[in-house]
């Protein structure tokens, strides 16, 4: 599972810009993942929740904003966001559309103490 590993290097992420800010705990971790991220969210929630413990991070609520796909059609100019995972304009039908949304995982915010 590369949810551990991508825990690890949230924690390491936020144990730094707590300490580029003074802070001694973070209470709580905003991310935005997204449905193509390649990352399951339930295993990231529990992987946190393991790997937590002992961290600046030890007692942090996590919150998880998935992001659906958002495409941009360069034959007409449509930007929208996808329930299925398709890669369609659903203006013009045109496939020649690009993802602008929906493949990443992001670190949005902190709080800290």
Not at 67 to 78: P, R, V
Not at 83 to 97: G, K, N, P
């Amino acid at each position: 599972m590369h949810e551990y590993s991508i825990v690890q290097a949230l924690l390491n992420q936020c144990e730094e810009i707590a300490k580029e800010n003074q802070a001694t705990k973070v209470s709580k971790v905003i991310t935005k993942i997204g449905v193509m991220s390649g990352v399951e969210i339930h295993l990231l929630q529990i992987a946190f929740d393991t790997f937590k413990e002992g961290s600046v991070c030890d007692g942090a609520e996590f919150v998880i904003h998935e992001q659906k796909l958002k495409i941009y059609c360069n034959a007409c100019g449509n930007e929208e966001e996808i329930q299925e995972l398709r890669y369609l304009c659903s203006a013009c039908e045109s496939l020649d559309v690009k993802v602008i949304d929906g493949e990443d995982m992001y670190l949005m915010s902190l709080e800290m103490e």
